[in-house]
């Protein structure tokens, strides 16, 4: 097995290459576009359902998400690799592998889901625990189905084994995307701008557009490089 290899240099370099790309911002604004549209919705369609419904409409968007995030994936990867990298064949690239993605997608939800349910049963802490051990062994699920083409199970598989190929660089991964993709727009959101919320709601879809899109680039190079550059 190599050894685990933390390449830092990948997370500023991936800055001037977003800026030379800016296509690659397409699906995660379709996808900022549609949590914005539904969080301005969602009381009016899930009024008779409650907390459920609300619950299922923002898995459907953290799905939605998750595709936009394959298809930034599959461009940021082609820039990596230093061929012609456009929006147009990354679309269609990712149209062949939709149903890998998708199905990747949601196992993802589903393992993540599951950490949640046995939380309840087991108590806050054990709850949280457990969802930030699936979510680090589960976080190149989406680069597996979008760069390798491994939909579902496959895909997370692939995902643990990357993980235990370079432990270190994964945990660092981890935690650059929890702050930017979960802390960031928080921190935003609690600056008091005097600003409806319709267009609180849109600052912040708008800002983890570029955050979805920036991060394509450190996900695809690590698990590319993790993936497809072993030595036995």
Request: hydrophobic share 60%; with cysteine; charged share 10%.
């Amino acid at each position: 097995m190599r050894s685990a290899r933390i390449d830092v240099a990948v997370y500023w370099r991936s800055i001037p290459l977003l800026l030379r790309h800016l296509s690659i911002l397409a699906m995660p604004a379709c996808a900022g576009v549609i949590d914005w549209a539904v969080n301005e919705t969602a009381p009016y369609l899930t009024g008779a359902m409650g907390g459920l419904g609300t619950g299922l409409l923002q898995m459907a968007v953290q799905i939605v998400y998750l595709f936009a995030f394959g298809v930034a994936v599959i461009q940021a990867n082609t820039v990596w690799r230093g061929r012609r990298a456009t929006f147009d064949d990354a679309w269609e690239e990712a149209r062949h592998k939709a149903g890998g993605i998708v199905l990747a997608a949601i196992g993802f939800q589903f393992v993540l889901y599951a950490a949640a349910y046995l939380g309840t049963l087991l108590g806050p802490v054990i709850g949280v625990t457990l969802q930030l051990i699936a979510a680090f062994f589960l976080i190149y699920t989406i680069p597996a189905a979008a760069i390798g083409g491994m939909p579902g199970s496959l895909a997370i598989s692939a995902s643990i084994r990357a993980v235990r190929e370079a432990p270190f660089g994964t945990a660092l991964l981890a935690i650059a995307f929890v702050l930017l993709w979960n802390v960031v727009p928080q921190l935003l959101l609690a600056v008091p701008f005097d600003l409806s919320v319709p267009v609180t709601l849109l600052i912040f879809a708008i800002v983890r557009t570029l955050i979805l899109a920036y991060l394509a680039f450190p996900f695809a190079k690590l698990y590319d490089d993790v993936a497809f550059t072993r030595r036995w």
